[in-house]
């Protein structure tokens, strides 16, 4: 009897994969922080003789490499990535066996990337799940435009032909694996949910319901940005990533931690967005633990730029330390726990910065104090409507926009709270006068403001 275990990266949207009988098994899609996986095989007390990447990844950086180099496991890696090191080229069709009765079949499925291979589990020849990857995602498919523009268009029809493929090949009870979709930004505009089977996508998956021309036309024209890190987790996949060191960074004192903000370095409060309002390290950015963390501090730092984090506990720190190195954050330069009571240098004190919901700023426009509101949310949200008069600067790109930001006090905005305190932090540290709105964007219409399309906002 089969089993696989889902070892869920949530900052990020992914899933790995561990898959297996009673004492082997394979992993698919590997996190960077591989312990997560050993511990998972030894719970279960089964041997790791396969680790298969689907694509060179974009997102984020594998943990693959030094996985099987501590399991002694056989690599498989798709024959048309280019990388460098020792692995096992697969093409279109080669069989891996996991034990006997339990085999890894690859399924060439370009589209993603050119190179990318799905992976059919077959139980005594019979499939019984199929391992995606970036291919046929839960009600979409992943991204064909991260490698190279030129190639977007072809790409996006070879996902279609990928996808159709493999709804031909596996009956519909074999279940869908994806790698991404689960909020990842590899995963086209539509593809989400928890679990799915083939015949589930084969009655609601855009990519199996549409010919080819009308959903590469709708696909291309709801990509959005990506992040801006992604430009160099590709290379670090096919270099080979470095062992991860999750070791504690160093301790910094409050000196410290004044000498790196004036030398231009990141200083990163990790605390919830309401305890940094309430008071904070001027001139730190706050990006919430418990938010996308990875995401956006890798898609916003300049890369390369040493970062030092801030938080309540040692937990916490290592916590951050963990999802940073996913994305190829590799080392903080220094950390501080505890309170910005702890962090400010000399007699400064900590900062505090006003939060406020929608209703709030409703009354400031009916009072007619008129404050500069700065929308963050991405181009695809905002098309969908936005608030009378505000400005358009997405959260990733607040920190290279700040004179774009009309002078006055400013209210941040974006759809539930996360990024407009990120963007509000940005400001804040920049000097503005600034409230941070904490809200649902649909308490908008609620509390009365004018809603209207992006092109009437001005």
Not at 166 to 186: K, M, Q, R, Y
Not at 212 to 224: I, N, Q, R, Y
Not at 270 to 285: E, K, Q, T
């Given at each position: 009897m089969f089993f696989v275990e889902v070892l869920e990266t949530q900052g990020l949207g992914n899933r790995s994969y561990l898959a297996g009988g009673d004492r082997s098994a394979v992993v698919v899609d590997p996190p960077r922080d591989v312990d997560r996986v050993l511990a998972a095989a030894a719970r279960r007390g089964v041997r790791i003789v396969a680790v298969a990447e689907t694509h060179v990844h974009n997102d984020y950086v594998t943990g693959g490499l030094e996985l099987a180099r501590l399991t002694g496991a056989r690599y498989l890696v798709p024959a048309g990535a280019e990388v460098a090191y020792a692995r096992v080229a697969v093409a279109d069709g080669d069989v891996e066996p996991v034990e006997e009765e339990l085999a890894l079949r690859a399924v060439a499925t370009p589209g993603h990337?050119?190179?990318?291979?799905?992976?059919?589990?077959?139980?005594?020849?019979?499939?019984?799940?199929?391992?995606?990857?970036?291919?046929?995602?839960?009600?979409?498919?992943?991204?064909?435009?991260?490698?190279?523009?030129?190639?977007?268009?072809?790409?996006?029809?070879?996902?279609?032909?990928?996808?159709?493929?493999?709804?031909?090949?596996?009956?519909?009870?074999?279940?869908?694996?994806?790698?991404?979709?689960?909020?990842?930004?590899?995963?086209?505009?539509?593809?989400?949910?928890?679990?799915?089977?083939?015949?589930?996508?084969?009655?609601?998956?855009?990519?199996?319901?549409?010919?080819?021309?009308?959903?590469?036309?709708?696909?291309?024209?709801?990509?959005?940005?990506?992040?801006?890190?992604?430009?160099?987790?590709?290379?670090?996949?096919?270099?080979?990533?470095?062992?991860?060191?999750?070791?504690?960074?160093?301790?910094?004192?409050?000196?410290?931690?004044?000498?790196?903000?004036?030398?231009?370095?990141?200083?990163?409060?990790?605390?919830?967005?309401?305890?940094?309002?309430?008071?904070?390290?001027?001139?730190?950015?706050?990006?919430?633990?418990?938010?996308?963390?990875?995401?956006?501090?890798?898609?916003?730092?300049?890369?390369?730029?040493?970062?030092?984090?801030?938080?309540?506990s040692a937990g916490q720190v290592a916590r951050a330390q963990r999802e940073l190195a996913r994305v190829g954050i590799d080392r903080p330069a220094a950390a501080a726990v505890g309170s910005p009571e702890e962090w400010v240098a000399g007699d400064a004190r900590p900062v505090a910065l006003r939060r406020a919901v929608f209703a709030d700023l409703a009354e400031a426009r009916r009072r007619g104090q008129g404050p500069v509101v700065v929308d963050v949310r991405r181009d695809s949200e905002r098309a969908d409507g936005c608030i009378e008069g505000s400005v358009h600067i997405p959260v990733h790109q607040i920190h290279r926009r700040l004179d774009e930001v009309p002078p006055g006090p400013v209210w941040v905005h974006c759809a539930g709270g996360m990024r407009a305190a990120i963007a509000a932090s940005v400001l804040d540290a920049a000097g503005r006068e600034v409230v941070a709105v904490d809200d649902g964007y649909a308490a908008a219409a609620e509390a009365g403001l004018a809603l209207v399309s992006p092109a009437h906002a001005h």
């Open positions: 990337t050119p190179h990318h291979t799905s992976y059919v589990l077959e139980e005594a020849g019979r499939a019984v799940a199929a391992f995606t990857g970036g291919s046929l995602l839960i009600g979409g498919v992943g991204r064909p435009d991260l490698v190279e523009p030129r190639l977007t268009e072809r790409l996006a029809r070879a996902q279609h032909a990928s996808a159709h493929r493999l709804a031909a090949e596996l009956d519909d009870e074999v279940t869908v694996l994806p790698t991404h979709g689960f909020g990842s930004f590899c995963s086209s505009a539509r593809a989400g949910g928890a679990q799915s089977t083939m015949g589930d996508e084969k009655t609601s998956n855009p990519v199996l319901l549409q010919d080819v021309d009308t959903f590469v036309k709708e696909l291309l024209a709801g990509l959005d940005d990506v992040p801006a890190y992604y430009a160099h987790m590709g290379p670090a996949n096919s270099a080979g990533p470095a062992p991860v060191d999750l070791t504690p960074p160093r301790r910094a004192d409050a000196g410290e931690l004044a000498r790196r903000l004036a030398a231009g370095e990141w200083v990163v409060d990790l605390r919830g967005r309401v305890a940094f309002a309430d008071g904070h390290l001027a001139g730190a950015f706050n990006f919430e633990l418990d938010g996308q963390l990875a995401t956006y501090l890798a898609w916003m730092i300049p890369w390369g730029r040493p970062v030092t984090l801030l938080a309540e």
